[in-house]
T-cell receptor, first 113, second 119 residues
Framework: DAGVTQSPTHLIKTRGQQVTLRCSPKSGHDTVSWYQQALGQGPQFIFQYYEEEERQRGNFPDRFSGHQFPNYSSELNVNALLLGDSALYLC????????????FGPGTRLTVL | AQTVTQSQPEMSVQEAETVTLSCTYDTSENNYYLFWYKQPPSRQMILVIRQEAYKQQNATENRFSVNFQKAAKSFSLKISDSQLGDTAMYFCAFMKPRISNFGNEKLTFGTGTRLTIIP
């Protein structure tokens, strides 16, 4: 049983560009949450998708957007990249039946030059 | 809004010794969940232990146990017989109970404690 997978592992972009990160949830999970982890910090909640809709959103600008597909996989899009967007982006999956546990993927390291 | 504070940025301990990591939090909720996550250099966030606030008994998972003090809003992690593989960042996290049928609640994390086990 594959756990949460994310792609790509690493990504280098320049300021002003756009990026798309991908996440496949653990088998049986239907909810995907995205977190941003800056260097030396704890993860910060970006948003959560359930039933292909954004259900909750953290304090992130509209440059951060997402999507969830019918197979529960998800994408995180960031437009007009800033140097401060450099971080580890973590995806976590859960289900209504695992309400008190979220399973994390290995993350995507984004570097903005 | 909930906040989670970890006041020990770094700790180190000799292999086989016991170490305690501290965490405090602030919330107006009466029921909630608390977690300790481990993040080794591989970056994968791994759940170590969880505690439900309505349970008075402290959670235990093998060498890992917590001291949950609800009134003091304190949630410390004790690692017994520490092993080299315990070297990692440790994050304390808080989650409110789910109140809707549309998704789950978000995790609020502390800033982490970098734990080094010395051979």
């Amino acid at each position: 049983d594959a756990g949460v997978t994310q792609s790509p592992t690493h990504l280098i972009k320049t300021r002003g560009q756009q990026v798309t990160l991908r996440c496949s949830p653990k088998s049986g999970h239907d909810t995907v949450s995205w977190y941003q982890q800056a260097l030396g910090q704890g993860p910060q909640f970006i948003f959560q998708y359930y039933e292909e809709e954004e259900r909750q959103r953290g304090n992130f600008p509209d440059r951060f957007s997402g999507h969830q597909f019918p197979n529960y996989s998800s994408e995180l899009n960031v437009n007009a990249l800033l140097l401060g967007d450099s971080a580890l982006y973590l995806c976590a999956s859960s289900s209504l039946y695992s309400v008190n546990e979220q399973f994390f993927g290995p993350g995507t390291r984004l570097t903005v030059l | 809004a909930q906040t989670v504070t970890q006041s020990q940025p770094e700790m180190s301990v000799q292999e086989a010794e016991t170490v305690t990591l501290s965490c405090t939090y602030d919330t107006s909720e009466n029921n909630y969940y608390l977690f300790w996550y481990k993040q080794p250099p591989s970056r994968q966030m791994i759940l170590v232990i969880r505690q439900e606030a309505y349970k008075q008994q402290n959670a235990t998972e093998n060498r890992f146990s917590v001291n949950f003090q609800k009134a003091a809003k304190s949630f410390s992690l004790k690692i017994s017989d520490s092993q080299l593989g315990d070297t990692a960042m440790y994050f304390c996290a808080f989650m409110k109970p789910r109140i809707s049928n549309f998704g789950n609640e978000k995790l609020t994390f502390g800033t982490g404690t970098r734990l080094t086990i010395i051979p």
